[in-house]
Structures are given as C-alpha cells and as structure tokens.
T-cell receptor, first 115, second 114 residues
Framework: ETGVTQTPRHLVMGMTNKKSLKCEQH?????MYWYKQSAKKPLELMFV???????ENNSVPSRFSPECPNSSHLFLHLHTLQPEDSALYLC??????????????FGPGTRLLVL | AQKVTQAQTEISVVEKEDVTLDCVYE???????LFWYKQPPSGELVFLIR??????QNEISGRYSWNFQKSTSSFNFTITASQVVDSAVYFC???????????FGTGTKLQVIP
C-alpha cells in the first residue's frame, strides 16, 4: 500500500449505531488530519494530530471522537450521529515543520450516510 | 484572515479546448503556500502543485500550467487541450508557513464534454 488509505469507503449507519473510520498513511509523516466535506460547503478541518497528540479540535461535536495510536494510524469513532453528519470524510497526512514540506496528502475518503 | 475565492462554480468545455480556472486569495502573511488539488468523482483529493510566496515563476507540467501573480493575489490554473479525464472538481488552497490549517476555496467543477 502506498499513500493514504481509508476504510471503509462507504458506510451507512443509523443514528443509534457506533462505527469507526480508519485511516493509514504510508508516507512516514507525523501529522494527520480529519476533514469533513459536505455538499455545497467548503472542506472543514475537524482534527489535527502531530506526533500522536491532538493539536487542533475545530469545535467538533463530541459524537465524533478521534484516536491516533501512532503516527501512521488515525481513527474517527462515530456514535449517535445525526442525518446532517452525512458527508465525505477525508483523512490527510503531512510532514510538519520542514520549512515548506507541509503539503497535505489525502486519502480517498469515506462516504458516510446517516439514516 | 485567510480567504480563497474560486468564483467559477462550474465550467463546461468541449474536449481539446483550453480552460483556465481562477483563484484569488487574501492573506496578511508574507510567507505562505498555494496549492491546487483535483477531486475526481471517486472523491480523493489529488495534489497537483504547491507554490511558495517567494517564487512567482510560472510552472508548466504537461498540459497543466499555473500563473502566480502576487500583485493581483491570484494563482490561476490552465489546462491546455482538455480531455474527458480532466473532468473533476478543482480546489485552490492557501497555507501559512508554520501552520497546518489549510484554507480551501469552494472548488470549481470542470466538465469536459467529448
């Protein structure tokens, strides 16, 4: 595997379900990100992790719970979601603090539908 | 505050035509990076180019070219001889050096008609 991978690619869940999204990067980066992309809206940054530590939470509701066990893996745990949470969830990674190499590389995303 | 404006919401061109996607940005910082990403229907954001604020040299990569003009705060993207595979949503983005929060534009949806 190369680049950034995400599983599952598609997910349908009820409002009472609990599910998790997984992201893995094979680029040797130390920063990972979760973004939400809803129809007709700009990409929204949700969380940033640097060296496994959360460094940004962009006022995300607590029904979204991120986890970063190591620099290569990032999870987004979902529980009691609302229909308006239906969106494409994108994971990205970058190598911070390298004076210009902060390009973020994205995974293919998970299309989430909440019923 | 940072802002990226992509005024063109949707563009349709016939295959082999040239097309330019506009991007205008606002920033008070002197050191920053500009990006273009492509998002095909599959959903993945594909990195195309990064430009830093000190380098106004235009760049060409195959059928793609980028025109960076600090005087007008623009970073436009031209596709020459467009192809159906170019159909996608294209995002322009801005990042301050030393920060990690990328500001994305709202995207331009390009449809290339065979």
């Amino acid at each position: 595997e190369t680049g950034v991978t995400q599983t599952p690619r598609h997910l349908v869940m009820g409002m009472t379900n609990k599910k998790s999204l997984k992201c893995e990067q094979h680029l040797g980066h130390n920063a990972m990100y979760w973004y939400k992309q809803s129809a007709k809206k700009p990409l929204e940054l949700m969380f940033v992790y640097n060296f496994k530590e959360q460094t940004e939470n962009n006022s995300v509701p607590s029904r979204f719970s991120p986890e970063c066990p190591n620099s290569s893996h990032l999870f987004l745990h979902l529980h009691t979601l609302q229909p308006e949470d239906s969106a494409l969830y994108l994971c990205a990674s970058s190598q911070p603090g390298t004076g210009g190499e902060e390009t973020q590389y994205f995974g293919p995303g998970t299309r989430l539908l909440v019923l | 505050a940072q802002k990226v404006t992509q005024a063109q919401t949707e563009i349709s061109v016939v295959e082999k035509e040239d097309v330019t996607l506009d991007c205008v940005y606002e920033t008070r910082d002197t050191t920053y990076y500009l990006f273009w990403y492509k998002q095909p229907p599959s959903g993945e954001l594909v990195f195309l180019i990064r430009r830093n604020s000190f380098d106004e040299q235009n760049e060409i990569s195959g059928r793609y070219s980028w025109n960076f003009q600090k005087s007008t705060s623009s970073f436009n993207f031209t596709i020459t001889a467009s192809q159906v595979v170019d159909s996608a949503v294209y995002f322009c983005a801005l990042l301050y050096r030393g920060y990690q929060k990328v500001t994305f534009g709202t995207g331009t949806k390009l449809q290339v008609i065979p």
